[in-house]
T-cell receptor, first 113, second 112 residues
């Protein structure tokens, strides 16, 4: 079975631009969460979606948004990129909740120049 | 707010040495506790977890015991291997929340 897949794996954007990151969960998983991992730090929670509804939001500005599609895949959007948005963005999926365990993807490395 | 503090790395050990990575937490309720491992170029993998006080999580020779009295969840392994080289993250989640709060991670290097 395929694990959690994220695309693209790497990208470089310029300050002020917009970016869309994509995540395909494990087949059958209905919950998707997004995390930001700055170099040398632990991942920080951004969003959690379940059955296409937002169930949790971390302490990130409104420039960050996300959505989940009927096939349970998800997109993370970031507007007006700042240098500080450079990070590894991780997607994690679960059958339903944290109690079932999260499986993380390998992440998208975003560099803002 | 909730937080996790891990011992600072990097940690360098010889093969077959004993490993301890300290982790303490601050939480308002009764969190579940986790250890995740991140191998180079890969995503995080759940290593073990414990959901209530005195629970012991174990996997692949690693162990950690949920100590409520000392708010700790230290990771141990009796004999490390080169293949254990990775970054280890301690994390918590509070009951009813889907949010994981991670520590900063501890990089472990095991030399042959």
């Amino acid at each position: 079975d395929a694990g959690v897949t994220q695309s693209p794996t790497h990208l470089i954007k310029t300050r002020g631009q917009h970016v869309t990151l994509r995540c395909s969960p494990i087949s059958g998983h209905k919950s998707v969460s997004w995390y930001q991992q700055v170099l040398g730090q632990g991942p920080q929670f951004i969003f959690q979606y379940y059955e296409k509804e937002e169930r949790g939001r971390g302490n990130f500005p409104d420039r960050f948004s996300a959505r989940q599609f009927p096939n349970y895949s998800s997109e993370l959007n970031v507007n007006a990129l700042l240098l500080g948005d450079s990070a590894l963005y991780l997607c994690a999926s679960s059958l339903a909740s944290l109690n079932y365990g999260y499986t993380f993807g390998s992440g998208t490395r975003l560099t803002v120049v | 707010g909730n937080s996790v503090t891990q011992m600072e790395g990097p940690v360098t050990l010889s093969e077959e040495a004993f490993l301890t990575i300290n982790c303490t937490y601050t939480a308002t309720g009764y969190p579940s506790l986790f250890w995740y491992v991140q191998y180079p170029g890969e995503g995080l993998q759940l290593l073990l977890k414990a959901t209530k006080a005195d629970d012991k999580g174990s996997n692949k020779g690693f162990e950690a015991t949920y100590r409520k009295e000392t708010t700790s969840f230290h990771l141990e392994k009796g004999s490390v291997q080169v293949s254990d080289s990775a970054v280890y993250f301690c994390a918590l989640s509070e009951g009813g929340s889907e949010k994981l709060v991670f520590g900063k991670g501890t990089k472990l290097t095991v030399n042959p």
